[in-house]
């Protein structure tokens, strides 16, 4: 069973940092993309970040040049966040494509969310 665990978020004061974690475990046999996604209340969740297996990333307009998505060792994704906002509050969430054995298709599993609050 793979699991998706967040960690990091909390409150911060606007102009803040941030740094969220999240880890893969479990039958994982390899991991294609990991993203990190976000959802404030009332709207709709949005792609924030993606990096690749090569580490390549891309980032929504939104954050870009404010956060950094790093991947270590194949299985741990991080997300910097710098100069928050109050527009960044919301639902944190990881995600990941895994495939669980050699014939695998790849599926998508998430985390099940961090909070972050950006609030003076």
């Known amino acids: 069973q793979v699991q998706l665990v967040e960690s990091g978020g909390g409150l911060v004061q606007p102009g803040g940092s941030l740094r969220l974690s999240c880890e893969a475990s479990?039958?994982?046999?390899?991991?294609?993309?990991m993203d990190w996604y976000r959802q404030a209340t009332g709207k709709q969740r949005e792609l924030v970040a993606t990096?690749?297996?090569?580490?390549?990333a891309t980032y929504a307009d939104s954050v870009k040049g404010r956060f950094t998505i790093t991947r270590v060792n194949n299985t741990v994704v991080f997300l910097q966040m710098n100069n928050l906002g109050p527009d960044d509050t919301a639902i944190y969430y990881c995600?990941?494509?895994?495939?669980?054995?050699?014939?695998?298709?790849?599926?998508?599993?998430w985390g099940q969310g961090t909070q972050v609050t950006v609030s003076a």
């Open positions: 479990g039958s994982i046999f390899t991991i294609g993309i």
């Open positions: 990096v690749r297996s090569t580490g390549s």
């Open positions: 995600s990941a494509d895994i495939k669980e054995s050699w014939g695998s298709t790849y599926n998508i599993y």
